[in-house]
């Protein structure tokens, strides 16, 4: 059997994609079928649920980011090891790299993989209203496969019921493949950046499970399926990982830096380097003999004070730097190799003191978002320009 494909979208973010998505592939793999997941974009934290899920690690598809014969060999990989490959999009189907721009959405990545989006509507509070904002996501860009709707949040029989009719009546060529009720045990905490991590959700896996359970009772599974298409992209190229850093690459590892891509790290063994883990929340400095120190994104300002205290870690990390090995921060990483990072109503927590920089938490004044950047000096992630 050839893999096949879905995309779960949104009108935006917060109407339960993640949870829909990760419970999917739980039911088909309690039913026998290979499943794996992907998310659209750069976020990390979504995919923690989707790994849990699938029980394998789940891949970024940012086709912002990514060039398109890294998009081609990461299809290609998915789909050469599962008969579904579950992909949720990114906050909503259209939101892109800014004002005016699709560049980076969801129908971007739908566009140029040929998988259908499964669009996932929380309904509360709507009724037959729900038919113009569907008509609204149809008509928007008509070459967007979308091909179906899951309704979140139902109220009950009677509302699914409307729902369903609405969907009928005014978009005949849109499946209806059922509808979620309104459930307290379909529920992920949030905080600044997201959903909490499930590593840090000790109620993830029962979370999960509950969801895959409420799917195979209230959604036509069978039917979506059907909808699911390989994708047009997968036979076109081969997934290029970057260079590693070093060597030897001694990886951060814990609470507060939990942001590290498996495609990245895996491109790095693949490529001959070694790679190990230390926590700096462990007091732990990076090993001694690592040519190169990566410490990626997550979230030291939780973590501040123990951070500052760690006093081995930071000494071992400013060796490392003193001795010419190759430091790469990123996100929250980047954050603590410089001079301090202010949290709370103004507390100021001093970190590794390797670049001239302070990170503010106290005033917040910049955005999530895509940034450019041009080296200036040829590093270990590229050539200068």
Request: charged share 20%.
């Amino acid at each position: 059997m050839t893999a096949r494909g879905l995309i779960f979208a949104a009108p935006a973010s917060g109407t339960g994609k993640t949870l829909v998505t990760a419970g999917l592939a739980r039911h088909l793999r309690r039913r026998g079928w290979r499943v794996a997941t992907a998310k659209a974009g750069p976020d990390f934290i979504d995919p923690t649920f989707h790994a849990l899920a699938a029980g394998k690690p789940c891949r970024n598809l940012d086709v912002w980011g990514m060039r398109r014969a890294t998009l081609a060999g990461l299809i290609g990989e998915l789909e050469a090891h599962a008969d579904f490959v579950l992909c949720e999009g990114v906050m909503g189907l259209f939101d892109g790299t800014g004002p005016g721009a699709e560049a980076g959405s969801t129908a971007e990545l739908a566009l140029m993989t040929g998988w259908p989006v499964v669009l996932v509507v929380d309904a509360r509070g709507q009724g037959a209203s729900v038919a113009a904002l569907l008509k609204g996501f149809a008509g928007h860009r008509p070459s967007v496969p979308l091909a179906a709707v899951i309704f979140n949040r139902v109220s009950g029989n009677r509302h699914a019921a409307l729902l369903a009719d609405a969907t009928a009546r005014h978009l005949p060529s849109l499946v209806c493949l059922g509808s979620l009720p309104a459930d307290p045990g379909l529920a992920l905490p949030s905080r600044h950046l997201g959903l909490v991590p499930a590593s840090e959700n000790r109620d993830a896996e029962a979370v999960i499970e509950h969801c895959a359970a409420r799917i195979g009772t209230s959604v036509d599974v069978e039917r979506l399926l059907r909808v699911a298409l390989g994708s047009t992209l997968s036979a076109a190229g081969k997934a290029a990982p970057l260079a590693p850093l070093g060597e030897r690459i001694a990886v951060a590892r814990d609470e507060a830096f939990c942001f590290a891509y498996p495609t990245l790290l895996e491109g790095w063994r693949s490529q001959g380097a070694e790679v190990t883990f230390f926590s700096p929340l462990a007091n732990e400095p990076p090993g001694a003999d690592a040519d190169a120190v990566y410490l990626p994104g997550g979230y030291p300002e939780l973590w501040p004070d123990r951070l500052a205290s760690a006093q081995v870690f930071m000494t071992g990390i400013r060796r490392a730097a003193s001795e010419g090995a190759a430091i790469y921060g990123e996100c929250g990483g980047y954050m603590v190799l410089g001079e301090a990072l202010i949290v709370g109503e103004g507390q100021i927590c001093p970190m590794a003191g390797l670049l001239p920089l302070v990170t503010s938490f106290a005033e917040r004044r910049l955005c999530l978002g895509y940034r450019r950047a041009t080296l200036r000096v040829d590093t270990n992630l590229g050539a200068a320009g």
